[in-house]
């Protein structure tokens, strides 16, 4: 049995979800076992409240307790040795604790879940509430299920979800083949009269069977709605939000408050660079993607008073309707608009885009949704030049599209792929007839196919719509083997399907892509439908098997395979804190954790010249230093954790030795003020005698006075 193989068996099983996600189900659990009376070592419950605290409420502000309230002390002195701790770390240092106490404890949640839930598969939302303090969630979302070693739990439920979509997908392919013919756009008929109003520039995601469509331009001015079509009968609704409030300066939980510690470090401490409130301001040319059942709205340009320095990331809970912000750790982003902003995996490739002041920019950033963490990627190859209203795409959960766009004078009509395993830009060879230079363009990849329409250049808008085959992709990891692009279909130049500034999403279970909105002299506000040809439909079965479990482009991502799981490049960042990482700041820890260009993937072995004895021989020593770096880090992460535990040992016995002083004090000042109340009452009781028989010298004389006169 191989090292890594042991070491997985003696842990248990591996917790699946994503931070704060992973953190919750860890509250939870723990919570439930105090519930039940299964207890752990005093000081692994009194780190275990510090680290909560730390991560729920941030920087310990309350006054020291009664000094002889020996539990309440002990709590107050381990959450303010944590001192400036970030909320994510103190989030991960929570769970180390836990695994390194009860190695098989998400298991034991899973357990729970199970033996409470009867639904075989559930989904935890990225924004929902902190666990109460009873353990039970605010929220009726909850953990995913990890797929079993045997993959017979994932299997289940995978095929559980395939029954559902395609009873839903049926009646909806049904509804849009009767408005929809097979290589044209056209307009469906829509029962209600409600619609939204006309805009651009505005963001749009599916979520199911629903299609979200936030802010946008009109005439100049941003806009903020929140509407919402159903796929089912094609109505929309106008979705009423609210916003969480933002804490104070100093607490707040992990969803709701800024970092405290992300804006020192990005060296801004002005009140600029935080938002006054959760709640969208008015935005154009943001970024809005699915993540679970939350929506992910990143950037954006907005009036002037709302303009924040970094960027900022809202969530909107699709199930109370309620916006809250997250923050990173790490170094935010400039703010910008026109970017684009895509998922691949579980991580946010943010590219381009312009600033406030309008200038182009090409620079590439990455939200790591696991780790709550931005990163500034180091890339090789040739990376696209700045530009703004491009288009992206992922596809096979690795490869990052980027196509044409825009900058000061110039509209792009080139093509660059990013190999997220390798980090390596390229400038793409195509084949077939290439697509006019434009920008404001949208698109989205439908099966082995990335159909893009829309658009405009220098001349006149783009009537045509292209489709960008990506088989090659799939097939060769050959970098000069060429892309060929192809003319899907032409629409007239008046038709809203050629504005810029639209959107188009896939709906990869009804075969099909909806755009709505845009610009062409007209502000639009149709609601548009295309289904590819046979020809097409054939080239989407590749990925249609895998993409119609679930109608979210992203829940694919979201659940791995143990071998995923196991992949380095997988795993979230371990903490590099020495025994004083209570007095640190977070950007040391992170410094000694290393940069994201120090992930790099395994390299592939080739046989050497001299045979396949070589060969193997190197494949053993490799394997060998991968299994002592392997033990070597999770050395180190038990030492931090053994170090943690010394300092709250050090500090119950500290607390208890002064407890003991201050109870020992209290006592001798309690007799000593008994004897003191016993005096006192004693020479009172003796006054008052006194008193009584004792008379004063000039009551003689007075009594004296009568004779005198006679």
Same mark, same amino acid.
């Given at each position: 049995m191989s090292l890594e193989a042991a070491l997985l068996k003696k842990a248990g099983a591996t917790c699946p979800l994503p931070y704060p996600e992973k953190f919750k189900a860890a509250v939870k659990l723990v919570k439930d076992?105090?519930?039940?009376?299964?207890?752990?070592?005093?000081?692994?419950?009194?780190?275990?409240?510090?680290?909560?605290?730390?991560?729920?409420?941030?920087?310990?502000?309350?006054?020291?307790?009664?000094?002889?309230?020996?539990?309440?002390?002990?709590?107050?002195?381990?959450?303010?040795?944590?001192?400036?701790?970030?909320?994510?770390?103190?989030?991960?240092?929570?769970?180390?604790?836990?695994?390194?106490?009860?190695?098989?404890?998400?298991?034991?949640?899973?357990?729970?879940?199970?033996?409470?839930?009867?639904?075989?598969?559930?989904?935890?939302?990225?924004?929902?509430s902190i666990p109460e303090s009873n353990g039970t969630p605010s929220s009726p979302a909850a953990s995913p299920r990890r797929p079993a070693a045997n993959g017979s739990s994932h299997s289940e439920a995978s095929d559980t979800l395939k029954a559902q979509h395609k009873r839903k997908a049926t009646s909806l392919s049904e509804a849009i083949q009767t408005v929809a013919t097979p290589g044209q756009w056209a307009s469906p008929m829509q029962s209600d009269s409600k619609h939204p109003p006309p805009r651009y520039e505005h963001a749009a995601s599916l979520i199911g069977h629903s299609?979200?469509?936030?802010?946008?331009?009109?005439?100049?001015?941003?806009?903020?709605?929140?509407?919402?079509?159903?796929?089912?009968?094609?109505?929309?609704?106008?979705?009423?939000?609210?916003?969480?409030?933002?804490?104070?300066?100093?607490?707040?939980?992990?969803?709701?408050?800024?970092?405290?510690?992300?804006?020192?470090?990005?060296?801004?401490?002005?009140d600029s660079s935080k938002p006054s409130s959760s709640a969208l301001p008015p935005s154009a040319g943001h970024v809005l993607l699915a993540w679970g059942s939350n929506l992910l709205c990143i950037g954006g340009h907005t009036k002037a008073k709302d303009a924040k320095v970094y960027m900022v990331i809202r969530v909107l809970d699709t199930h109370k309707h309620e916006w809250s912000i997250i923050s990173p750790a790490g170094n935010a982003p400039p703010q910008r608009g026109g970017h684009s902003g895509t998922l691949v995996g579980s991580k946010v490739y943010l590219f381009g885009g312009e600033d406030a002041a309008r200038r182009p920019q090409g620079d590439l950033f990455v939200l790591d949704l696991a780790d709550m963490e931005w990163q500034s990627p180091e890339v090789t190859g040739t990376p696209p030049p700045a530009r703004s209203a491009h288009a992206a795409a992922a596809y096979q959960q690795r490869y990052l599209?980027?196509?044409?766009?825009?900058?000061?004078?110039?509209?792009?009509?080139?093509?660059?792929?990013?190999d997220t395993e390798s980090m390596h830009w390229s400038c793409r060879a195509t084949q077939g007839p290439p697509p006019a230079p434009r920008a404001g363009h949208a698109g989205d990849v439908l099966g082995d196919s990335w159909y893009i329409v829309g658009g405009g250049n220098n001349t006149s808008g783009c009537t045509d719509m292209v489709a960008l085959d990506l088989t090659p992709l799939a097939t060769s990891d050959q970098t000069d083997d060429p892309l060929i692009w192809s003319t899907v279909s032409q629409a007239e130049s008046r038709s809203a399907i050629v504005s810029e500034g639209l959107t188009v999403e896939a709906v990869p279970y009804a075969r099909c892509l909806l755009s709505f909105g845009g610009y062409n002299g007209k502000y639009q506000s149709a609601l548009q439908v295309f289904r590819p040809e046979a020809t097409h439909h054939q080239k989407a079965s590749h990925q249609e098997q895998h993409e119609e479990q679930e109608p979210s482009k992203v829940m694919q991502a979201q659940t791995q395979s143990p071998q995923q799981a196991r992949d380095p490049r997988n795993r979230p960042v371990a903490l590099e804190t020495p025994k004083d990482q209570y007095n640190k700041h977070l950007e040391a820890a992170r410094t000694r954790s290393g940069p994201l260009s120090h992930k790099q993937p395994s390299p592939r072995h080739t046989s050497p010249a001299n045979g396949m004895l070589e060969e193997s021989s190197s494949q053993e020593a490799?394997?060998?230093?991968?299994?002592?770096?392997?033990?070597?880090?999770?050395?180190?992460?038990?030492?931090?954790?053994?170090?943690?535990?010394?300092?709250?040992?050090?500090?119950?016995?500290?607390?208890? @030795? #002064?407890? /003991? !002083? =201050? @109870? #020992?004090? /209290? !006592? =001798?000042a309690g007799t000593e003020l008994a004897l003191m109340r016993r005096q006192l009452t004693s020479s009172q009781a003796a006054l008052a005698e006194a008193e009584q028989v004792h008379v004063h010298p000039w009551q003689e004389f007075v009594g004296l006075c009568p004779l005198m006169h006679k």
């Open positions: 076992r105090e519930t039940e009376g299964k207890t752990f070592k005093d000081e692994n419950r009194l780190a275990l409240f510090a680290l909560e605290q730390q991560a729920l409420v941030g920087s310990c502000k309350e006054p020291k307790p009664w000094g002889w309230n020996v539990v309440e002390s002990a709590k107050w002195q381990a959450w303010s040795q944590l001192q400036d701790m970030a909320p994510v770390e103190a989030m991960r240092l929570y769970v180390r604790l836990l695994e390194d106490e009860l190695p098989s404890w998400w298991d034991e949640y899973e357990s729970g879940i199970n033996s409470s839930q009867s639904s075989p598969h559930r989904e935890l939302p990225v924004s929902s299609l979200y469509v936030i802010g946008g331009n009109c005439g100049g001015r941003y806009l903020n709605d929140v509407w919402v079509l159903s796929l089912d009968n094609l109505t929309w609704q106008l979705v009423t939000t609210s916003a969480k409030p933002l804490p104070p300066v100093g607490g707040g939980t992990f969803d709701e408050i800024e970092s405290e510690v992300s804006t020192p470090l990005l060296g801004h401490k002005e599209l980027i196509f044409g766009g825009g900058s000061v004078a110039n509209c792009f009509g080139d093509l660059y792929v990013l490799a394997g060998d230093m991968e299994s002592e770096e392997e033990q070597s880090e999770e050395e180190a992460t038990s030492s931090q954790v053994a170090a943690l535990q010394e300092q709250m040992v050090s500090a119950m016995q500290r607390v208890s @030795a #002064a407890e /003991k !002083e =201050a @109870a #020992a004090a /209290k !006592e =001798a």
